[in-house]
């Protein structure tokens, strides 16, 4: 009986689908991004590669774009002896879109706080794994606002 149960349940499993489907698929997008322009930044490079993932040969509508970014890390709050306490980082992409009819251009901003550490090899590993982590939600606003076009 507990043989039984257990296959019906493999069975169960394997037969019935959950309806995955990747969201940001290239299958999915009814774009294609053709040439991105970009000045030779680290930030630039990473967004740039980022885009870069997400193209698609198959589609009729492609899409040259220029983009600029950066990165701000600011001072949020100190102690009363004057130590930095918490951070603001603040990354913005600003990207054209060059069509045939026109140019559109738009800026996309992300920020984000975190506490300071004594440890600063530690902060600054933290701060880059947020400024990834700010590079992927924008470029997925990017992905949104190029699909709505």
Same mark, same amino acid.
């Given at each position: 009986m507990r043989n039984?149960?257990?296959? $019906? $349940? @493999?069975? $169960?499993?394997f037969l019935s689908?959950?309806? =995955? +489907?990747?969201? =940001?698929? *290239?299958? %999915? @997008? %009814? $774009?294609?991004i053709g040439n991105i322009e970009k000045n030779n930044t680290s930030l630039n490079n990473k967004f740039a590669k980022s885009i870069n993932s997400l193209r698609n040969e198959e589609s009729d509508k492609k899409i040259? &774009?220029? &983009?600029?970014?950066?990165?701000? *890390? +600011? #001072?949020?709050?100190?102690d009363s002896k004057g130590n930095t306490l918490v951070f603001e980082l603040e990354i913005y992409l600003k990207f054209t #879109?060059?069509? &045939?009819?026109?140019? *559109?251009? +738009?800026?996309l901003l992300r920020k984000i706080t975190f506490n300071n550490s004594d440890d600063k090899?530690?902060? +600054?590993? =933290?701060?880059?794994? @947020?400024?990834? &982590?700010?590079?992927?939600?924008i470029v997925e606003d990017l992905i %949104? =606002? @190029?699909?709505n076009i």
């Open positions: 039984r149960f257990f296959l $019906f $349940f @493999l069975l $169960f499993l689908n959950c309806g =995955y +489907k990747p969201i =940001y698929s *290239t299958k %999915n @997008l %009814n $774009f294609a040259d &774009i220029k &983009i600029e970014s950066g990165k701000k *890390t +600011k #001072i949020k709050s100190k #879109i060059f069509n &045939i009819d026109n140019e *559109t251009e +738009k800026l090899f530690k902060l +600054k590993q =933290y701060e880059n794994d @947020l400024e990834d &982590i700010l590079i992927n939600e %949104n =606002y @190029l699909s």
